[in-house]
């Protein structure tokens, strides 16, 4: 059975950062491109980045570029979001998300139950 579990959401002012982190079983972590995604009141789910299983590519919405990274430890099957200089529009419920294996393409077919982000101005 496959999880993926988020943790490291929180409450926290405009300019600060967190640590999202998920960590995934149930599957070979190593082999998987990773993504975090985003969901705000009323608004549908967005993407925010994705790091690619074997090239180590990574990609950003243009509204978290400069801001946010991800990054992966394949010996601890967790997938991290690091966010600084947080502002109150990334409020949402942040996800992390996995592909089918071997594959930097295609909808991501394993999703996690979510962590609250709120930013306060």
């Known amino acids: 059975q496959v999880q993926l579990v988020e943790s490291g959401g929180g409450l926290v002012q405009a300019g600060g950062s967190l640590r999202l982190s998920c960590t995934v079983s149930?599957?070979?972590?190593?082999?998987?491109?990773m993504g975090w995604f985003r969901q705000a009141p009323g608004k549908e789910r967005e993407f925010v980045a994705n790091l690619a299983w074997r090239s180590g590519n990574r990609n950003y919405a243009n509204s978290v570029k400069g801001r946010f990274t991800i990054s992966r430890d394949n010996a601890k099957n967790t997938v991290y979001l690091q966010m600084d200089s947080l502002k109150p529009e990334d409020t949402a419920l942040y996800y992390c998300?996995?592909?089918?294996?071997?594959?930097?393409?295609?909808?991501?077919?394993?999703w996690g139950q979510g962590t609250q982000v709120t930013v306060s101005s």
């Open positions: 998300a996995a592909r089918s294996h071997f594959t930097d393409l295609g909808a991501y077919v394993y």
């Open positions: 149930g599957l070979t972590f190593s082999s998987h491109s």
